[in-house]
């Protein structure tokens, strides 16, 4: 369990430091009001005596109360407003007007080696302020938190596994076959893991979409860039601040197998009897009624096992952080620590992840800045399988057997300490007790990571600052696995079966792996306005980057005793060992030229130029330019009429570009590669080296270029603001393996080749509209993103399938049923295919007299592997201290095959572990409405469109209400803020989906299910 005692206390000895400076202020109260323009209350204002750390809030009514001297000087600000300065008068209440600050146009984004007015920005890019509504979710990685907040972000989360449910990040849909994912930066850094990031730590996040403000990241910007800027103290008072979670998960659905055994054995009579007498049935119906009388009196020896009850728990996250910050004029600092604790639904499936962060910044002197960014986190996970219920890897025996799961095992016994197998007669030994895998062959993984980042920053002269920044980011990962022997044992007959999980020359392994990478960035940045209306920026930086990783790994058989789990604690006979290493280095020159015109004419011009030790001389470099232009036309006197009434703001944006990817080519895959092999010299066998590919000196970058246009508007003094944008991005040069000889084929590998062109074409949109009036505050965003590609060219033969020319990449390509058929005549007045009652009838689309790939039809607008279509509703209402927010998620444009593992209905003549859909669903001549076909019928696991399911679907994200005290309670207390808060995730989806979850993968192991959370927590703030 957490110690929650160590927060308490730490936030204990915070006291004393805060109190005084409170209590040695109680002189004298100063009242007042602070209002709009149209005189409406603001609430949430912070009225602050200057020169001081008192402070005060306004309430609902805009009303405040704040210990002051006649003398002194008040500071009111609030989001959107001016700040203004006030004396304070004793005994008299004041009225402070705040002035409207045009906040929309005056936002700073974060952009690449820099920030920029939001106004004068001519890029794509979407930006996200991590607030406490995203704080207050119950969530264990940073990922999973982004679905449905930016447009053209898609988050997809496949499963709910605890250190394993990351979201799968893509930026306007696929970019590549290869790796689309984007490049992470973090305050600089390029390349760090978003989800191990504390959510805490987070002040804003910016999406680049296209080409100009992407290509300063160049060779891996062709997927987009996702910026993360970490929290600092400057401008703030100082503070601390604790936050908590606690959080219950279930599944929002999950398969209902039969805890019933005799069933289980009837359903594979039933199958077996289409072709089978039953005189020659596997299993008898002796052995059935034997089952049926005795699991109620003898359950060890005749179970009727609850998997799910055995193998599943109720899930738990806790979140807890501490953090302060601070600063002044001179420096700031911003310190925290958390942790989070998940407990997976999966027995014995954990994840720990603890972090600490501080950022520190420091004036030396008013034209010199220095400052660090020092980041660590530790984690510890724990599970059985890689995709907790299975595990793809073909080298794992158990990775696809839990659909072997029969009712018949017992799970365990606590007297005889044995694990359960198979009991009923003629049933196949190997049948799968998924227990005693999720408790005796059980990996664990310990990983520490360090992120640190120094620079220094010099002003020559007004406009132009010269920067120099070093980053290591390190990690040390250790991984170990010692299996516990177990063989299954047969209760009935007192003998060990003959299905052994782990034997008892039971063997333990090691692995470790470590690396690091290093950065180095020398910048030099310009500003100018000449003639008051003519701006120009200039920015040029240096950079080099290196990576460096080694792997070791060892094992030996034959552990002393079990429950050891060193290496030294086995015996030497059999043992293995290995290791390896790699590095790479990249070389990058950087440039921008920003121009504006009377604050209303913007250009904007981009490179970078990158040379990476993966490429061979001659294809090492590439260079990568865009160019953008804008135009501020409200900006015009013709339309100044216009601007002072609906519209307020309006901007068009175009931008072109080039950008790169290099993901899809190995460190070393350049390089000659030689391979031990035999050789016959003479009448001897020697060892020797042969040359183990061909190399392509040519190889070189995948080549993206963007056209971007797109349009801001305010409306309504920007109460109500929109961006739409349409791209149009080509991926040309894809990274592919070429073809060869079949005379060289064997003794080669072949050689990657620049084939392949990839096209997406989409729209976004992003709508808001926020307000305050009387105290009562509410906002809604809209955001939406339509994509879809287009495969312009390929590196082999295409035959009839998902993939073609001119058609989006993993398109449906299907049989057409025209339903199950139900009698004889159904099967006579359609196309012979084998069929019987019961039986799925395919349709003969080219009327040629037979059912074959000829009639397969193409979907266009429906891809197999992600949506084309990503929608969401973000909404937020307050009012006198109550909040509440409601985020609404979805997407549309999916269409995939419901066939699965689970969902068989021509499994095999026993060890199978059917749900209760297998009982009710299928088709029978009693059950001529039944929505399966029937059991162990003709060509019924087709891909056809009988099993194609619609995977749109709308999803209630997350849910939550709070409150928080008032100020005049919070100043009693001495504390800044207080707020308690119930939360919801996953809490409700809308799909027609049959599977698990419409954003899974959609495979044979289609098991894992999301998890539903109900989060209480708390925000402390002194």
């Not at 994912?181 to 987070?202: A, E, F, Q």
């Not at 599943?312 to 925290?336: E, K, M, P, V, W």
């Not at 002393?560 to 280095?585: R, V």
Request: net charge neutral; with cysteine.
């Amino acid at each position: 369990m957490v110690n929650i005692r160590q927060f308490l206390r730490l936030l204990l000895l915070c006291f004393p430091v805060v109190v005084p400076v409170h209590s040695a202020r109680a002189q004298g109260n100063v009242t007042g009001k602070v209002v709009d323009a149209e005189g409406i209350p603001i609430e949430g204002a912070t009225v602050l005596v200057k020169g001081t750390t008192v402070s005060a809030g306004t309430d609902a009514e805009g009303q405040f109360s704040i210990a002051a001297q006649p003398d002194d000087w008040l500071v009111i600000s609030s989001v959107g407003y001016k700040i203004q300065e006030v004396q304070a008068i004793a005994g008299t209440p004041i009225t402070i007007t705040l002035e409207s600050d045009e906040q929309i146009l005056d936002q700073v984004v974060v952009v690449g080696y820099g920030t920029q007015r939001k106004a004068n920005v001519t890029g794509s890019i979407a930006t996200l302020t991590v607030d406490e509504k995203m704080t207050s979710r119950s969530l264990s990685n940073v990922s999973s938190g982004l679905a449905g907040m930016l447009p053209g972000l898609a988050a997809n989360q496949s499963r709910g596994m605890a250190g394993n449910n990351n979201a799968n990040l893509m930026i306007r849909g696929l970019g590549t076959v290869n790796n689309s994912s984007p490049l992470i930066v973090v305050d600089g850094m390029p390349d760090v893991d978003i989800n191990r990031l504390n959510m805490n730590d987070i002040e804003s996040i910016s999406v680049l979409k296209d080409a100009t403000s992407s290509s300063v990241y160049g060779s891996r910007a062709a997927n987009g860039v996702i910026l993360i800027t970490t929290k600092s103290g400057r401008g703030k008072e100082a503070s601390i601040t604790f936050n908590s979670t606690v959080a219950m998960q279930r599944p929002t659905k999950s398969f209902s197998f039969m805890a019933d055994y005799p069933r289980a054995l009837t359903l594979h009579q039933l199958s077996q009897r289409v072709n089978t007498l039953d005189a020659n049935l596997l299993f008898k119906n002796g052995t059935i009624d034997q089952w049926m009388a005795l699991g109620m009196i003898d359950p060890l020896r005749y179970p009727n096992t609850d998997w799910w009850d055995i193998i599943l728990r109720d899930g738990a996250i806790q979140n807890y952080n501490l953090s302060a910050t601070g600063g002044n004029d001179r420096s700031s600092f911003f310190f925290s620590g958390g942790m989070m604790d998940e407990k997976g639904l999966q027995i014995n499936n954990d994840y720990t992840r603890y972090n600490a962060r501080l950022n520190y910044d420091y004036k030396i002197r008013d034209n010199i800045n220095i400052g660090a960014r020092i980041q660590g986190n530790w984690s510890k996970y724990t599970y059985a399988l890689d995709e907790g219920f299975t595990d793809d890897n073909a080298s794992n025996t158990a990775g696809f057997d839990l659909q072997y799961a029969i009712a018949g095992i017992t799970p365990y016994d606590p007297v005889s300490g044995y694990y359960g197998g198979v009991m009923a007669y003629n049933e196949d030994p190997q049948a799968y007790n998924p227990y005693t895998v999720y408790q005796n062959m059980l990996n664990r993984n310990n990983r520490q990571e360090t992120n640190a980042n120094v620079f220094l920053e010099w002003e020559f002269f007004e406009g132009l600052k010269a920067k120099v920044d070093g980053s290591l980011n390190y990690y040390n990962q250790f991984s170990w696995s010692a299996n516990m022997p177990n063989t299954a044992y047969n209760f009935q007959g007192n003998r060990f079966g003959s299905r052994v999980y782990v034997g008892n020359n039971a063997g333990v392994s090691n692995a470790t792996a470590t690396g690091y990478k290093t950065l180095l960035n020398a910048q030099l940045n310009y500003n100018k306005t000449i003639a008051q209306n003519h701006r120009i920026g200039a920015l040029f930086v240096f950079s080099e980057e290196f990576w460096y990783d080694r792997v070791q790994s060892g094992s030996r058989n034959d552990r002393l005793h079990p429950s050891l789990h060193e290496i030294d604690a086995a015996l030497t006979d059999i043992q293995t060992a290995g290791g390896n290493s790699n590095n790479e280095g990249l070389r990058s020159f950087i440039g921008r030229l920003n121009y504006q015109a009377f604050d209303r004419y913007l250009f904007e011009f981009n490179f970078r130029y990158d040379g990476s030790s993966k490429f061979l001389e001659g294809s090492r470099f590439g260079f990568f330019p865009s160019a953008a232009i804008g135009w501020r036309f409200t900006e015009e006197g013709f339309l100044s009429a216009l601007k002072n009434g609906v519209l307020n703001s309006g901007k068009l944006r175009a931008s072109y570009g080039g950008l790169g990817n290099n993901s899809g080519v190995g460190r070393y895959e350049q390089q000659p590669t030689l391979a031990s092999s035999p050789y016959i010299i003479g009448n001897q066998i020697s060892r020797g080296f042969v040359n183990r590919k061909m190399v392509n000196p040519l190889l070189s970058w995948e080549k993206t270029t963007v056209l971007n246009l797109g349009l801001d508007l305010g409306w309504f003094n920007n109460r109500l603001t929109s961006e739409l944008d349409y791209y149009d991005r080509l991926t040309t040069g894809m990274n592919r393996p070429s073809e060869m000889s079949i005379h060289l084929t064997g003794a080669y590998d072949a050689p990657r080749q620049n084939i392949g062109d990839l096209r997406n074409r989409g729209v976004e949109a992003n709508i808001t509209w926020a307000e305050t009036r009387g105290g009562f505050n509410y906002s809604i965003n809209l955001n939406g993103s339509y994509n879809t590609t287009v495969l312009e060219k390929w590196n082999e033969f295409l035959g009839r399938g998902t993939t073609f020319i001119g058609m989006p990449y993993h398109f449906v390509y299907t049989f057409e049923d025209i339903g199950i058929a139900q009698t004889w005549q159904d099967i006579y007045s359609n196309t012979p295919q084998g069929a019987s009652p019961g039986d799925i009838l395919r349709r003969d689309v080219n009327g040629d007299g037979r059912i074959d790939a000829n009639d397969r039809v193409a979907y266009p607008h429906s891809q197999l592997d992600m949506p084309t279509t990503n929608f969401a509703m973000n909404s937020a209402v307050a009012w006198r201290g109550i909040d509440l927010a409601i985020l609404l998620q979805g997407a549309a444009g999916r269409k995939n095959y419901w066939i699965n593992n689970y969902n068989n209905v021509n499994f095999g003549n026993s060890r199978y572990a059917s749900t209760w859909d297998h009982w009710y669903l299928p088709w029978s001549v009693e059950n001529r409405n039944g929505e399966w076909p029937r059991l162990a019928g003709n060509a019924n696991r087709e891909e056809t469109t009988f099993w194609l399911d619609d995977m749109s679907y709308l999803r209630l994200k997350n849910i939550q209400v709070g409150y928080s005290l008032p100020n005049n309670l919070l100043s009693r207390l001495r504390i800044r803020s207080f707020r308690v808060y119930l939360s919801a995730e996953n809490l409700l989806t809308f799909t027609s989906y049959r599977g698990v979850d419409p954003e899974s993968t959609a495979t044979r192991n289609d098991m894992y299910p999301l998890t539903k959370s109900y989060t209480v927590g708390l925000n402390l703030s002194l």
